[in-house]
């Protein structure tokens, strides 16, 4: 039996334990893991990167002229377009794998990319769905503030600004099981926020820990690779705006940017995989599910065990 299908996703977890078994489990699974989430959403993640290495070293080159800024205005929005689609994407890789694993259907073989494609063809289309909920929300959201700054002025709309940050931060992390309800237990797209609010009631401060943490460790890859682009910064500067940079050195800082920013892009796959162990921390906790899965199955192992031998004709 592969290693891989030991770990025990339904299974009830404190906060240090739901962090220690994300690494756990993408340890075990690193190989076929990596490698559908490269090839699947490896593209945009790929022209992501390269267009905000492209933005940033453009930033740094600190141009006045009209176009310059045309430039870089151009690759920010096309870099974030790339940004949103490879989230979906690996949203969609890690949830459909996951559920592959879940329910067995690799037949205790490495898990496929082929058959982590057949999954995301289908769950692809619930993360947008689920995303453009959020953005509706946050529409609706920067619109009512839009009121309150237009009817009650400037100092009202900054309390209400300060005050939403926190409610805000607070609906996040209570929504944080809407793609584990949704890609993995096959929840529609508002019954996934309804089953959120109601599984994660307890676990503000794990799901905000966990985006914390993560966050950090995100950060710490972008900001390595963000150093050879800090030094062309103080170069840049010391030279003025008009100098001319070595082509060959902004193509080593937009290449070494590139891949810090890919790999801190693979990254997001470990904060998706603990929000899936903490969802079903909290299932198990609330109904029971795998206890009652290992009893079932403790059941039919006993009773195979007793008709081992008997007699047939």
Request: include cysteine; glycine fraction near 6%; charge should be neutral.
């Amino acid at each position: 039996m592969q290693a891989a299908q030991i770990f025990e996703i339904r299974k009830k977890r404190d906060f240090g334990a739901v962090v220690g078994d994300t690494f756990v489990y993408f340890r075990k699974h690193f190989k076929p893991l990596l490698r559908a989430n490269i090839i699947i959403a490896g593209p945009f993640m790929l022209l992501a990167a390269i267009y905000t290495s492209l933005a940033q070293v453009n930033i740094f080159e600190m141009r006045t002229d009209s176009s310059y800024f045309s430039t870089v205005m151009l690759n920010s929005i096309i870099s974030n377009l790339f940004m949103m689609l490879a989230m979906v994407l690996v949203i969609a890789v890690v949830h459909a794998y996951v559920k592959i694993d879940l329910n067995g259907i690799n037949n205790n073989e490495e898990i496929r990319t082929e058959t982590v494609w057949q999954g995301v063809k289908t769950g692809i289309w619930k993360s947008l769905g689920i995303i453009l909920l959020w953005v509706v929300c946050f529409a609706l959201l920067a619109a009512a503030f839009g009121l309150v700054f237009y009817t009650l002025g400037a100092v009202f709309f900054g309390f209400m600004i300060f005050i939403s940050i926190f409610f805000l931060i607070y609906l996040f992390f209570r929504f944080s099981f809407v793609f584990p309800a949704g890609l993995l237990d096959d929840y529609s797209v508002l019954d996934s926020f309804t089953r959120s609010w109601q599984i994660s009631y307890g676990y503000f401060w794990n799901n905000f820990g966990i985006g914390i943490l993560f966050s950090i460790l995100i950060a710490m890859v972008s900001g390595f690779a963000a150093i050879p682009s800090t030094i062309f910064t103080v170069v840049s500067a010391m030279h003025g705006a008009d100098a001319e940079v070595n082509p060959i050195w902004k193509f080593i800082v937009i290449a070494i940017q590139t891949v810090g920013t890919f790999v801190a892009l693979l990254g997001y796959i470990l904060p998706y995989l603990a929000y899936i162990l903490q969802y079903y921390s909290a299932v198990e906790k609330a109904e029971g599910t795998g206890l009652l899965q290992r009893i079932e199955n403790l059941t039919l192992s006993t009773e195979d065990k007793h008709n081992w031998g008997e007699e047939t004709y």
